[in-house]
């Protein structure tokens, strides 16, 4: 039966092929639209580490108090660490899991002479920032914990870097030269860089076109003055001078992660924060109350607006279009049904159950729901191939066409089309038999 | 025309009716918030930096090796006097940050050394007496810095700021009166104060965050070179015409004075043009989508009109032959049809203006953009009232055509 109502409805599609065009241009385009700006949107506004965001966490100390806040409005306490509450919370270890970390942009001396030095961008981090974020390596792997203690001059680099240098090859155990000091390749990064750069929104904004590239333990690069790339916040001037005046200072410049697997980790971690908060309280440092945060990753993107707000109010506006397509498309769906009145009069005298209506004319809109969903698809595709012109690189670049993203293009356009057909089709199903007959 | 029997029409085709109108208030909706979020933008894009942007361009040095910052420092002046004595340079300046750069330094601005609520924000430019004649920047009161008065400043090791020179935004932020000139203002974070020695024309601030709007034109000029952190901006003024040869001479010079640095293969050297470009990249990228949405969307209102006039046409040739035959004149036909669209789209247009300023609301409340201004549901209303009734006109048309005898023929 349903063979016989697809034939029916594509004879019927045939014989106005004006609006039937119409139709699935509309589809088309709506979906297109709504598919492209929510690739964009899943790109920017997805979880970069669905099987963990739950377990990172970002603490936050309230080392300026109201005064650092000249007088905003929120009561927010600065989004990054000075160095010595940095260094303090790793010594006490109470995470599973932790690793401090600030950016850095080291030059680099490529072992072949005749290329010249390049800048490169990283982060001097704490060994356990490799598992903790559970980060792939191609060859070898992090450094270990007495490394961190012994400031060794290892180093990880990405994939990227190691095909530049090395072409390619497995580099674990070569020196390569960071600011003029030779560095032992520890591990090369397996392809891994995450959008957002979810471990240091602070410092690189999340999405950025800068790559990383080298990865230092964070007590050599402080020992070795490589100074910090990323941003630093003052409330006051640092008392002493350069690199070591900005540690001995309040400014705030370090970002900080850990991972708790239990609710009750998390619990006894916002303790421990609370009580290193009073215990600098008592000696004198703060004379303001606790105001501590400690967020997961996905509540801690959301407080940094990674997510471009542009993005979200284009995909309103794209779905904003969908609709009208859809409200249009009903329009026209109507009118094609109901001057099919006569026809489906003597379907209806003839024995057809009114089930029977629903299922023919609902066939009928799936069928241009499908047109419409084909050429949505490659609308998508040449929408997604083309954010490059409308959106930042660093945005544009992220947008792609998966399967996924295929198959759901697919299923709105039908989805839709069909809810659209909804009413004209019940109206058509309502057609009195008797009445059509007569009037011929 | 009479109005009454369109209206009696109109309830035998309810649904249409409803669809039709509700599709034009939808759109009317849409395209007035677009329209207006591409407004926005482009007063955003047309806002003057105060900088002088033809013939100029910025050259970014990252320092290669890791050098001491009394050497950094020596090497900037020695570039800059390079710089200057090129045929094809016509000033140079180096500086922490520019207009439209998007990153920089800005500091709380106070008029009292323990004010705990600050006064203002501000972007911090370290200059020298080369900067506002490099940028093309008029200084409007007071005077410039000497040479004598630039020092060497790392980010982290603070001096008070004796002599600043600040744009007049600010100075009309902190002197309401007009009388900034000689007065003294804490900006750096020492408690040291800073005299106002000078006044510049408009000049905009690095900060290019929406949020950062109402300090957009606050800057600063201090008289410090910038050292210690890996990297130099070279602002540089091309003399009339030269842009491509400076462009092409000031690298090589640079590299001939030494050799340790790297520039950036993508954004190491860019004109004003490419700058001002890159920092206004995204609301192009929006007002265009909003743009593309726009059209579409009126597109497919308009052929959504033309086909179910079309229908109805078609459905009401014998009604129209019957009026025909009793004397309506082709004129009766196409303003029924016309009127009948107009009556829809005024219907359509009611409820729009209530949806787009809903809308508008919203986005307030989420996205902070601003009110919807009135003229933009005025001008969004004109549009799709002319363009139902172009679209409504090819089949009013087509009906007005039907012919008398229609009214004989049985369907």
């Given at each position: 039966?349903?063979?016989?109502?697809?034939?029916?409805?594509?004879?019927?599609?045939?014989?106005?092929?004006?609006?039937?065009?119409?139709?699935?241009?509309?589809?088309?385009?709506?979906?297109?639209?709504?598919?492209?700006?929510?690739?964009?949107?899943?790109?920017?506004?997805?979880?970069?580490?669905?099987?963990?965001?739950?377990?990172?966490?970002?603490p936050?100390i309230?080392v300026?108090?109201?005064?650092?806040?000249?007088?905003?409005?929120?009561?927010?306490?600065?989004?990054?660490m000075d160095y010595n509450d940095a260094v303090a919370l790793m010594r006490a270890h109470r995470a599973k899991y932790q690793s401090a970390m600030y950016?850095?942009?080291?030059?680099?001396?490529?072992?072949?002479?005749?290329?010249?030095?390049?800048?490169?961008?990283?982060?001097a981090v704490y060994s356990e920032f490799?598992?903790m974020?559970?980060?792939?390596?191609?060859?070898?792997?992090?450094?270990s914990a007495s490394d961190d203690t012994q400031s060794?001059?290892?180093?990880?680099?990405?994939?990227?870097?190691?095909?530049?240098?090395?072409?390619?090859?497995?580099?674990?155990?070569?020196?390569?030269?960071?600011?003029?000091?030779?560095?032992?390749?520890?591990?090369?990064?397996?392809?891994?860089?995450?959008?957002?750069?979810?471990?240091?929104?602070?410092?690189?904004?999340?999405?950025?076109?800068?790559?990383?590239?080298?990865?230092?333990p964070f007590r050599r690069a402080i020992d070795?003055?490589?100074?910090?790339?990323?941003?630093?916040?003052?409330?006051?001037?640092?008392?002493?001078?350069?690199?070591?005046?900005?540690q001995q200072?309040?400014?705030?410049?370090i970002a900080y992660m850990v991972e708790?697997?239990?609710?009750?980790?998390?619990?006894a971690y916002?303790d421990y924060l609370d009580g290193y908060y009073r215990e600098q309280?008592?000696a004198?440092r703060?004379?303001?109350?606790?105001?501590?945060?400690?967020?997961?990753?996905?509540?801690?993107?959301?407080?940094?607006?990674?997510?471009?707000?542009?993005?979200?109010?284009?995909?309103?506006?794209?779905?904003?279009?969908?609709?009208?397509?859809?409200?249009?498309?009903?329009?026209?769906?109507?009118?094609?049904?109901?001057?099919?009145?006569?026809?489906?009069?003597?379907?209806?005298?003839?024995?057809?159950?009114?089930?029977?209506?629903?299922?023919?004319?609902?066939?009928?809109?799936?069928?241009?729901?499908?047109?419409?969903?084909?050429?949505?698809?490659?609308?998508?595709?040449?929408?997604?191939?083309?954010?490059?012109?409308?959106?930042?690189?660093?945005?544009?670049?992220?947008?792609?066409?998966?399967?996924?993203?295929?198959?759901?293009?697919?299923?709105?356009?039908?989805?839709?089309?069909?809810?659209?057909?909804?009413?004209?089709?019940?109206?058509?199903?309502?057609?009195?038999?008797?009445?059509?007959?007569?009037?011929? | 025309?009479?109005?009454?029997?369109?209206?009696?029409?109109?309830?035998?085709?309810?649904?249409?009716?409803?669809?039709?109108?509700?599709?034009?208030?939808?759109?009317?909706?849409?395209?007035?918030?677009?329209?207006?979020?591409?407004?926005?933008?482009?007063?955003?894009?047309?806002?003057?930096?105060?900088?002088?942007?033809?013939?100029?361009?910025?050259?970014?040095?990252?320092?290669?090796?890791?050098?001491?910052?009394?050497?950094?420092?020596?090497?900037?002046?020695?570039?800059?006097?390079?710089?200057?004595?090129?045929?094809?340079?016509?000033?140079?300046?180096?500086?922490?940050?520019?207009?439209?750069?998007?990153?920089?330094?800005?500091?709380?601005?106070?008029?009292?050394?323990?004010?705990?609520?600050?006064?203002?924000?501000?972007?911090?430019?370290?200059?020298?007496?080369?900067?506002?004649?490099?940028?093309?920047?008029?200084?409007?009161?007071?005077?410039?810095?000497?040479?004598?008065?630039?020092?060497?400043?790392?980010?982290?090791?603070?001096?008070?700021?004796?002599?600043?020179?600040?744009?007049?935004?600010?100075?009309?932020?902190?002197?309401?009166?007009?009388?900034?000139?000689?007065?003294?203002?804490?900006?750096?974070?020492?408690?040291?104060?800073?005299?106002?020695?000078?006044?510049?024309?408009?000049?905009?601030?690095?900060?290019?965050?929406?949020?950062?709007?109402?300090?957009?034109?606050?800057?600063?000029?201090?008289?410090?070179?910038?050292?210690?952190?890996?990297?130099?901006?070279?602002?540089?003024?091309?003399?009339?015409?030269?842009?491509?040869?400076?462009?092409?001479?000031?690298?090589?010079?640079?590299?001939?004075?030494?050799?340790?640095?790297?520039?950036?293969?993508?954004?190491?050297?860019?004109?004003?043009?490419?700058?001002?470009?890159?920092?206004?990249?995204?609301?192009?990228?929006?007002?265009?989508?909003?743009?593309?949405?726009?059209?579409?969307?009126?597109?497919?209102?308009?052929?959504?009109?033309?086909?179910?006039?079309?229908?109805?046409?078609?459905?009401?040739?014998?009604?129209?032959?019957?009026?025909?035959?009793?004397?309506?004149?082709?004129?009766?036909?196409?303003?029924?049809?016309?009127?009948?669209?107009?009556?829809?789209?005024?219907?359509?247009?009611?409820?729009?203006?209530?949806?787009?300023?809903?809308?508008?609301?919203?986005?307030?409340?989420?996205?902070?953009?601003?009110?919807?201004?009135?003229?933009?549901?005025?001008?969004?209303?004109?549009?799709?009232?002319?363009?139902?009734?172009?679209?409504?006109?090819?089949?009013?048309?087509?009906?007005?055509?039907?012919?008398?005898?229609?009214?004989?023929?049985?369907?």
């Open positions: 039966m349903l063979g016989y109502y697809i034939d029916l409805a594509v004879r019927s599609l045939k014989r106005s092929p004006g609006l039937t065009m119409l139709m699935v241009l509309a589809i088309g385009f709506g979906v297109a639209a709504s598919m492209t700006t929510y690739s964009v949107f899943r790109a920017v506004s997805g979880d970069p580490i669905p099987w963990k965001s739950s377990k990172l966490f970002v936050q309230d300026w108090g109201p005064k650092g806040r000249q007088g905003g409005s929120d009561n927010e306490p600065p989004e990054a950016h850095i942009s080291p030059s680099v001396i490529p072992p072949d002479r005749g290329m010249h030095p390049i800048n490169v961008g990283g982060h490799f598992p974020l559970d980060v792939p390596f191609q060859y070898g792997s992090g450094w060794a001059a290892v180093v990880v680099i990405s994939s990227k870097l190691n095909q530049k240098l090395f072409g390619g090859a497995n580099s674990v155990g070569k020196t390569l030269d960071i600011e003029g000091k030779d560095y032992r390749i520890a591990g090369v990064l397996d392809n891994w860089a995450p959008k957002p750069v979810f471990f240091d929104v602070v410092n690189t904004g999340g999405f950025t076109t800068d790559f990383e590239d080298v990865f230092v070795v003055g490589m100074t910090n790339d990323g941003n630093t916040n003052c409330d006051e001037m640092p008392k002493g001078s350069g690199f070591v005046g900005l200072s309040t400014c705030v410049w708790l697997d239990e609710k009750a980790d998390v619990a916002k309280k008592e004198g703060f004379s303001w109350p606790v105001n501590n945060r400690l967020r997961d990753l996905p509540a801690w993107l959301k407080v940094e607006h990674v997510a471009p707000s542009d993005t979200q109010v284009s995909l309103v506006v794209a779905l904003g279009l969908l609709i009208v397509c859809l409200v249009n498309t009903a329009g026209l769906l109507l009118a094609k049904f109901l001057r099919r009145s006569s026809e489906i009069g003597v379907r209806r005298a003839l024995g057809a159950p009114r089930t029977a209506i629903y299922t023919q004319f609902l066939t009928e809109a799936g069928i241009v729901g499908t047109a419409g969903g084909l050429l949505g698809l490659l609308l998508t595709w040449v929408g997604v191939k083309s954010v490059t012109w409308v959106l930042p690189k660093e945005i544009a670049t992220l947008a792609r066409m998966d399967f996924s993203l295929l198959i759901l293009t697919l299923i709105v356009a039908v989805i839709a089309t069909v809810l659209a057909g909804l009413y004209p089709t019940w109206r058509a199903s309502r057609v009195q038999p008797a009445l059509q007959l007569k009037s011929n | 025309m009479q109005i009454k029997p369109i209206l009696a029409a109109m309830r035998r085709h309810k649904a249409g009716t409803i669809l039709i109108g509700f599709q034009i208030a939808l759109t009317l909706a849409i395209v007035c918030n677009a329209l207006f979020i591409i407004h926005e933008r482009i007063a955003r894009v047309s806002r003057p930096s105060g900088v002088t942007e033809s013939n100029l361009f910025v050259i970014t040095s990252d320092w290669a090796d890791n050098s001491s910052n009394n050497n950094i420092d020596a090497q900037i002046k020695a570039d800059l006097a390079a710089l200057r004595q090129l045929g094809s340079v016509q000033d140079a300046t180096a500086l922490n940050s520019f207009p439209l750069h998007g990153a920089g330094w800005d500091n709380y601005v106070r008029m009292k050394p323990d004010q705990i609520h600050m006064t203002t924000d501000s972007a911090v430019y370290l200059a020298d007496d080369h900067t506002l004649g490099t940028l093309g920047v008029k200084l409007i009161a007071g005077r410039n810095f000497t040479p004598d008065e630039v020092q060497s400043l790392t980010i982290q090791d603070m001096k008070g700021w004796p002599a600043v020179i600040v744009s007049k935004d600010l100075a009309k932020v902190l002197f309401p009166n007009g009388d900034a000139l000689g007065k003294e203002i804490y900006a750096s974070n020492n408690n040291t104060p800073s005299t106002i020695v000078g006044i510049t024309d408009t000049l905009q601030s690095h900060m290019m965050d929406s949020d950062d709007n109402a300090y957009a034109y606050n800057a600063i000029l201090v008289p410090m070179r910038e050292v210690g952190t890996g990297y130099v901006h070279y602002l540089i003024r091309a003399r009339p015409g030269q842009l491509a040869a400076a462009m092409r001479d000031v690298p090589k010079t640079l590299i001939a004075q030494s050799r340790m640095r790297i520039f950036d293969p993508d954004d190491g050297e860019m004109t004003f043009a490419q700058v001002r470009a890159k920092a206004y990249e995204r609301d192009y990228g929006m007002a265009i989508l909003m743009g593309i949405v726009s059209v579409v969307l009126l597109a497919i209102t308009a052929a959504g009109i033309v086909g179910l006039t079309s229908f109805w046409v078609g459905q009401r040739r014998r009604q129209i032959g019957i009026r025909r035959a009793l004397g309506a004149t082709r004129n009766d036909i196409l303003s029924y049809f016309m009127t009948e669209n107009m009556l829809i789209g005024m219907g359509g247009i009611v409820v729009g203006t209530l949806l787009a300023i809903g809308i508008n609301l919203w986005m307030v409340t989420q996205y902070g953009v601003t009110r919807l201004s009135g003229m933009y549901l005025l001008v969004g209303a004109v549009v799709l009232l002319l363009l139902g009734q172009g679209a409504v006109l090819a089949p009013a048309l087509r009906a007005s055509r039907v012919p008398p005898v229609e009214a004989t023929r049985s369907v």
